[in-house]
C-alpha cells in the first residue's frame, strides 16, 4: 500500500513539477529548481524531484547543432527503475547562454544514489558557415551515476558537452557525434 | 587480452582528505591512436589509450573514480589507487590492449554499450566530487574483406547496377531531396497516417520517439510504429528515387502491413532490416541527374509537422 502511494505521489510530483516546462531552454545558470519534496499523509517526506539539463560548450564556428533525444531513464544502483519524465525533443548545442531541461526525475527517500541513462534519438543536424550535414547520433547513451547527497546540493546534473572535441567529421557532410562531456552535479 | 598501464607523469595517490581538493580534469581516449577506427580483419588487436589530464592550474586535482563499463567485463580495471591525486601539469596515460577474434565476436561487443548499431562506444569515465568526466572511443566492426566471384562481370557485361541508398539522416536535412520524394505521390504508412508533404515527411524524421506532440509520453506501440514508419519512409524514397528498392523484393511492403499492426517484436525486426537496407548504398553517388539541394537542418527542423496521433492501442501480450 505504502510502495502505491509512493508511486502515485511521485508521479503526481512529476506531473505538476513538469507544468510549464515543454519550452526547452533555461538560462545556464538557472536558480536551484523548484524542487518538490512530497510527503505522505504522516508528514514524512517521501522523495525529490532533480532536474537533468544540457548544454553545449566549446562550440565557436556552428550555427547549430541540433542533437534529438529518445529517451531518460534512471534507476536505483541496484536496477529499480524510478520514475522519470523526459521534456526535451531536440535541442541545440550552439545555444551557449541556455542549458536545456531535459527531464525530470523523482527519487523516493532512501535512495542513496541513483544511475541516469539518456539516449538520443539516430539522426540531428549541423550547420557551420556554409557547410551543413546531417550528425549521426547513434551512439551509446550517455550515463553516470550520482550520489543523491550530491544531487541535492542543486537539485540537478547538468551535462556540458564538448562540441567541438564530439564532432568527429564522417565524410563530405555527415559528422558523427561522440560524446565528450563533464557531468555537473 | 593484455593490461598495459603506465603513467606518464607521477600521478600519486592520496587517501581522501590529502591535500587535492580540486577537479579540473579533461580526459581523452583513442582507439589505435585514433577517436575512430575500424577493422575488418580477425582476429585482430585492437589498443585502447586513455588519458586522464589535471588541468588545473595550481592545485591537484582528485579523482574519486575511474570507470570504462563496456570494457570492464573484457577484464578492463583502473591499475592506480584511487581515490587519485593528479598533480599540476600531470597526467595518467593507461594502455589496455583487446583480442577480438571473430567479426561476430566484434557485433557482440558492439551491442553491449546499448546502441546496437555495429559498433563499439567505449566510454571512460572519471568520477570527482560532484561530477564526472567523460570521453568516448569508437571502434567499428566491419565484415572482413570477401574477394569478389570468380568471373568477371565486365567480360561479360551483366554487373548490377549498385543499389544506391541514402540514410534517414540524409533525407532529414535535405529538404529538397525530401520534397522530390513527397511529390511522387503520398507515401502510406498504415496506422501512423499518410505523408502528402514536406512538412509531414519531416514531422515523421524529426518526431519525438517518446514523445507525443502534446508532450505525453508515447506508448511502446506508437514508438515501434514511429521507429518503424521512418524506415519505411526512407525505404520508399530511396526505392521511388533511386530504383533501389529493398530486398527481398516485398520487405518495404511488409514494413507498411506492419505499421497497422500490434506485434511490437515484429515492427522493431522489420525496422532494423529496413535500415540495414537503407545504409546499404549510402557510400555509392547518386544519379547523375539528381540533385539533392543543400542541408539546410535547423529549416528542417523547425517546419517539421508531427502529425501522428495516439493509437489507444498497445502491444500484442507478450511483446
Known sequence: MKKLLLSALSLTALALSACGSSEPPASSTPEPPELTTTRTQDDAPAGRTFELRLRGTNAQGYDSVLVPLRSLEVTTPTGAPLQARMVARTVDLTVQEQAYLVGQFFVPEGVSSVRVKLTFDDFGGWEQGKKAGALDTQVAPVSFEAPVDSLSQRGRAVLLLDVGKSLLSEGQEQRLMLPTLKVNY | ?319
Open chain 2, 1 to 319: 587480452m593484455q593490461r598495459g598501464w603506465r603513467a606518464a607523469v607521477v600521478a600519486a595517490a592520496l587517501g581522501v582528505g590529502g591535500a587535492a581538493s580540486a577537479h579540473e580534469f579533461r580526459c581523452e581516449k583513442h582507439v589505435d591512436g585514433q577517436p575512430v577506427a575500424h577493422i575488418d580483419e580477425y582476429p585482430v588487436t585492437v589498443r585502447f589509450d586513455d588519458k586522464l589530464i589535471n588541468i588545473h592550474p595550481t592545485a591537484p586535482s582528485l579523482a574519486l573514480r575511474a570507470e570504462d563499463p563496456g570494457l570492464t567485463r573484457s577484464g578492463w580495471s583502473f591499475q592506480y589507487a584511487l581515490p587519485l591525486a593528479v598533480p599540476v601539469g600531470g597526467s595518467a596515460d593507461s594502455s589496455f590492449l583487446l583480442q577480438i577474434h571473430s567479426y561476430e565476436e566484434c557485433r557482440a561487443l558492439a551491442a553491449r554499450d546499448g546502441s546496437d548499431d555495429g559498433a563499439f562506444d567505449s566510454t571512460f569515465r572519471v568520477v570527482w566530487p560532484l561530477g564526472e568526466d567523460q570521453c568516448a572511443a569508437r571502434l567499428v566492426c566491419d565484415r572482413p574483406y570477401e574477394p569478389p566471384p570468380p568471373y568477371d562481370c565486365h567480360a561479360t557485361n551483366d554487373c548490377p547496377e549498385p543499389r544506391v541508398t541514402r540514410d534517414e539522416g540524409f533525407f532529414k536535412v535535405h529538404e529538397s531531396a525530401l520534397q522530390q520524394c513527397v511529390d511522387l505521390f503520398p507515401i502510406e504508412l498504415g496506422s501512423v497516417g499518410t505523408v502528402s508533404t514536406l512538412e509531414q515527411a519531416l514531422g515523421v524524421l524529426w518526431a519525438s520517439p517518446t514523445l507525443y506532440r502534446n508532450g505525453e509520453p508515447r506508448t511502446p506501440l506508437d514508438t515501434a510504429r514511429l521507429m518503424l514508419a521512418r524506415q519505411v519512409l526512407v525505404a520508399h524514397c530511396n526505392a521511388y528515387l533511386f530504383g533501389s528498392f529493398p530486398l527481398p523484393a516485398d520487405l518495404l511492403e511488409s514494413g507498411r502491413a506492419a505499421l497497422s499492426g500490434i506485434q511490437c517484436r515484429e515492427l522493431g525486426a522489420l525496422r532494423g532490416e529496413l535500415r540495414e537496407m537503407n545504409v546499404e548504398g549510402r557510400e555509392f553517388d547518386l544519379p547523375a541527374d539528381f540533385e539533392p539541394g543543400q542541408a539546410t537542418p535547423a529549416h528542417a527542423q523547425s517546419i517539421a509537422e508531427d502529425f501522428t496521433q495516439p493509437s489507444g492501442q498497445r502491444c500484442a501480450p507478450g511483446q
